[in-house]
């Protein structure tokens, strides 16, 4: 018989740093589920990507177990970090950064998403990581 779904979650953690404190504690904590039995296995599973905020999509069941999945490293972290920036333009529409994204840094990124997207297509998923970066104030060379 399948588990009822008690909660979907989705929080960003810094990859290998999950703790038993917020945001990870508070949350779970209030499903009364063991969160070492999250901590522990996201840490070993992430630590080679130590430090990168990673979204992960935890499902909670009423039997107090879960499962959860990392769905990897949010687009535009990904662009500001191909372009050394902190963050983006706060008014995208009339204020644009400095730098352009290359067409080689935008399929770079694709491809990293594209595990993500359940996708082979780059090019649709190029045109997806050009949107993140057009609303974010980021030119296409």
């Known amino acids: 018989m399948a588990?009822?779904?008690?909660?979907?979650?989705k929080m960003k953690i810094p990859g290998g740093q999950a703790n038993a404190g917020p945001p990870v504690g508070s949350t779970l904590g209030q499903?009364?589920?063991?969160?070492?039995?999250?901590?522990?296995?996201?840490?070993?599973?992430?630590?080679?990507?130590?430090?990168?905020?990673?979204?992960?999509?935890?499902?909670?069941?009423?039997?107090?177990?879960?499962?959860?999945?990392v769905v990897g490293t949010p687009t535009d972290e990904l662009i500001l970090k191909a372009l050394k920036e902190d963050k983006g333009s706060g008014e995208p529409n009339k204020t644009k950064l400095e730098k352009k994204l290359s067409q080689s840094q935008l399929t770079e990124i694709a491809q990293a998403k594209a595990d993500d997207m359940n996708t082979d297509d780059i090019e649709a998923v190029k045109k997806m990581v050009a949107g993140t970066a057009r609303s974010m104030g980021v030119e296409i060379e």
């Open 3 to 9: 588990k009822k779904v008690a909660s979907n979650l």
């Open 31 to 69: 499903y009364g589920v063991n969160m070492m039995d999250f901590v522990n296995p996201f840490n070993e599973q992430t630590k080679d990507r130590m430090g990168q905020n990673l979204t992960v999509h935890i499902t909670i069941y009423d039997d107090r177990t879960m499962t959860w999945q």
